[in-house]
T-cell receptor, first 113, second 111 residues
Framework: SQTIHQWPATLVQPVGSPLSLECTVE??????LYWYRQAAGRGLQLLFYSVGIGQISSEVPQNLSASRPQDRQFILSSKKLLLSDSGFYLCASNRDRVAGELFFGEGSRLTVL | AQSVSQHNHHVILSEAASLELGCNYS??????LFWYVQYPGQHLQLLLK??????LVKGIKGFEAEFIKSKFSFNLRKPSVQWSDTAEYFCAVNAPDKLIFGTGTRLQVFP
């Protein structure tokens, strides 16, 4: 079965600093990969998804970007963090390209001060 | 555009009470529907899913959900909840290459 690793698990960063959250997937190949942000009362907001290396789709305009340098690696970045970037970020991978069913990582909690 | 609405944001029940969490979706294509659960301090995990066939689907831990196409609904039910069902529940609908989630329902069950 799939395992999704996210790091760091917790991060506190000042406004204006850069960000890099990393996600790697084991136990599958050529997955679709996703970055979601979870906020209380707002559910899971899809930020980016990728269907292959170098292919990134952005769902909402924002201060963040994503990259997929390898098949099972997905990175969430920012050049300059805003206070509003604080949140809980989840990486996910689909199961065998079956529509919809996702496996999730443990999440990365980002606090921007 | 695809969307999912969960109207119950916070539900409080006593053990043994019955549960029904509402979920309505908006999507023009063939739908696949899901309920995910997040127990305190744990990963999001799949509770049940509907792809096709019998509109009444059964999931883990005694949960079930009914797909009613005419109402664009996929409500989650459990006849008798337990304290261990305390969690956040998310309904989701597929779209090409992605999954759209609702805002979630926080369920608290008291002994």
């Amino acid at each position: 079965s799939q395992t999704i690793h996210q790091w760091p698990a917790t991060l506190v960063q000042p406004v204006g600093s850069p960000l890099s959250l990393e996600c790697t997937v084991e136990g599958t190949s050529n997955p679709n990969l996703y970055w979601y942000r979870q906020a209380a009362g707002r559910g899971l907001q899809l930020l980016f998804y990728s269907v292959g290396i170098g292919q990134i789709s952005s769902e909402v305009p924002q201060n963040l970007s994503a990259s997929r340098p390898q098949d099972r690696q997905f990175i969430l970045s920012s050049k300059k963090l805003l206070l509003s970037d604080s949140g809980f970020y989840l990486c996910a991978s689909n199961r065998d390209r079956v529509a919809g069913e996702l496996f999730f990582g443990e999440g990365s909690r980002l606090t921007v001060l | 555009a695809q969307s999912v609405s969960q109207h119950n944001h916070h539900v409080i029940l006593s053990e043994a009470a019955s549960l029904e969490l509402g979920c309505n979706y908006s999507y023009g294509g063939t739908v696949n529907l899901f309920w995910y659960v997040q127990y305190p301090g744990q990963h999001l995990q799949l509770l049940l899913k509907y792809f096709s066939g019998d509109p009444l689907v059964k999931g883990i831990k005694g949960f079930e959900a009914e797909f009613i196409k005419s109402k664009f609904s996929f409500n989650l039910r459990k006849p008798s909840v337990q304290w261990s069902d305390t969690a956040e529940y998310f309904c989701a609908v597929n779209a090409p290459d992605k999954l759209i989630f609702g805002t979630g329902t926080r369920l608290q069950v008291f002994p």
